[in-house]
């Protein structure tokens, strides 16, 4: 049984950093592409990242990027979220999802990020 | 970027009765491939999204018949035959033939009258 457990979230004051992580199990972590995805409160979904099943390839949306650091560790069957810079916009709960060709078929519970002073 | 546009923003349903979503994209989804990369979800209240249709009109396993898709191109649907209570949440479309970024319909929420 496929299972994304998100963990690192909480408060963080603008310009600050945070560390997402996503263990992952049920299934064999290194032959998948990873993604994060973010939901602002009560908005609507807004995809984040994409990490390819090795690491060879790193995709980022216009909003995050040079800011945060999308990475993974297969022996640990591990995916992380690097956010630096904060701001108040990248308040959202942040779900990790594990690719199938194109769709995103298995979905964390998601962690919720608040950036405030 | 791909816009995705969704019509309704909102449903008000009885149940039994049924229900349309439609989902506009501003470029082709169809790949050179042959699939077309347009996906359905559901996000009930206080969960994760769900996946029900994938490229089009393939129901997920485990996904009521009542849920059909359908479409070509760039103009999409989501049907459900008859609502019923469990339902209830926000409607997802999602295109993945161009990455990136994935991008997202703004959402179609129903409520059951």
């Known amino acids: 049984q496929v299972h994304l457990v998100e963990s690192g979230g909480g408060v963080v004051q603008p310009g600050r950093s945070l560390r997402l992580s996503c263990a992952a199990s049920g299934f064999t972590f290194s032959n998948y592409g990873m993604h994060w995805v973010r939901q602002p409160p009560g908005k609507g979904l807004e995809w984040v990242a994409v990490?390819?099943?090795?690491?060879?390839?790193?995709y980022y949306a216009d909003s995050v990027k040079g800011r945060f650091t999308i990475s993974r560790d297969n022996s640990k069957n591990t995916l992380y979220l690097q956010m630096n810079s904060l701001r108040a916009e990248d308040t959202a709960v942040y779900y990790c999802?594990?690719?199938?060709?194109?769709?995103?078929?298995?979905w964390g519970q998601g962690m919720l990020v608040t950036v405030s002073s | 970027d791909i816009v995705m546009t969704q019509t309704p923003l909102s449903l008000s349903v009885t149940p039994g009765q049924p229900a349309s979503i439609s989902c506009k994209s501003s470029?082709?989804?169809?790949?050179?491939?042959?699939?077309?990369?347009l996906y359905w979800y559901l996000q009930k209240p206080g969960q994760s999204p769900q996946l029900l249709i994938y490229e089009v009109s393939n129901r997920f396993s485990g996904v009521p018949d009542r849920f059909s898709g359908s479409g070509s191109g760039t103009d999409f649907t989501l049907k459900i035959s008859r609502v019923e209570a469990e339902d209830v949440g926000v409607y997802y479309c999602m295109q993945s033939i161009q990455l990136p970024p994935i991008t997202f319909g703004q959402g179609t929420r129903l409520e059951i009258k």
């Open positions: 999802a594990r690719d199938e060709v194109g769709k995103l078929l298995f």
């Open positions: 470029q082709s989804l169809l790949h050179s491939d042959g699939k077309t990369y």
């Open positions: 990490i390819w099943y090795d690491g060879s390839n790193k």
